[in-house]
């Protein structure tokens, strides 16, 4: 049972556009949630994260939209960038508790020049 | 400061065999994780550890299984015997204070194939 799903396994966008990539969970718990980028043959290192008290975090290129109604979040990178070419992951925890993540299956971003 | 260090980075074995996946945390990190990423199901937590003590090894698919660490600065991650559907990237990652919004931070990984 996939309590994090990420539904794209990859995507494809031309340099200087908007990536979208989008991540849903049916676990109401969730109030935490985090995005992973992975590059080949290197483990994955942290993004940006989003408590659930709120429903948008930016960081430079990056901003994370959370919808707690729909239990959707989605992570936008404007303008992309060759070098955001990466696998993502999405994952969520219960804030408050043990350190427990649960990830998703990956989405695979590709930057075309 | 060295980041989380997995060993080997690339193991090959045979059905059956012994498997021994090395990792040594962040120094000064009290929490250790254990992942398992496959295609199908994404980055798996398969056990974690705080202070050297085994949290939850709910994550751990079999008996096959087995997960220690002897002190602060190593971890070890065993499959005997293991199997081919094993194979997988395992990753090892620590965090500071083990909270569920500390970050954790995660090594190179091993590739382990079984054939």
């Known amino acids: 049972d996939q309590q994090v799903k990420q539904n794209s396994p990859s995507l494809s966008v031309q340099e200087g556009r908007i990536s979208i990539l989008n991540c849903d969970y049916t676990n109401s718990m969730f109030d935490y949630f985090l995005w992973y980028k992975k590059y080949p043959a290197e483990g994955p290192t942290f993004l940006i994260s989003i408590s659930s008290i709120k429903d948008k975090n930016e960081d430079g290129r990056f901003t994370v939209f959370l919808n707690k109604s729909a239990k959707h979040l989605s992570l936008h990178i404007v303008p992309s960038q060759p070098g955001d070419s990466a696998v993502y992951f999405c994952?969520?925890?219960?804030?408050?508790?043990?350190?427990?993540?649960?990830f998703g299956t990956g989405t695979r971003l590709q930057v075309t020049l | 400061d060295a980041g989380v260090i997995q060993s080997p980075r690339h193991e090959v074995t045979e059905m059956g065999q012994e498997v021994t996946l090395r990792c040594k945390p962040i120094s000064g990190h009290d929490y250790l994780f254990w992942y398992r990423q496959t295609m199908m199901r994404g980055l798996e937590l398969l056990i974690y550890f705080n202070n050297n003590v085994p949290i939850d090894d709910s994550g751990m698919p079999e008996d096959r299984f087995s997960a220690k660490m002897p002190n602060a600065s190593f971890s070890t991650l065993k499959i005997q015997p293991s199997e081919p559907r094993d194979s997988a990237v395992y990753f090892c990652?620590?965090?500071?204070?083990?909270?569920?919004?500390?970050?954790?931070?995660f090594g190179p990984g091993t590739r382990l194939t079984v054939l």
């Open positions: 994952a969520a925890s219960v804030s408050g508790t043990a350190s427990k993540l649960t």
């Open positions: 990652a620590s965090s500071s204070h083990g909270g569920a919004t500390d970050t954790q931070y």
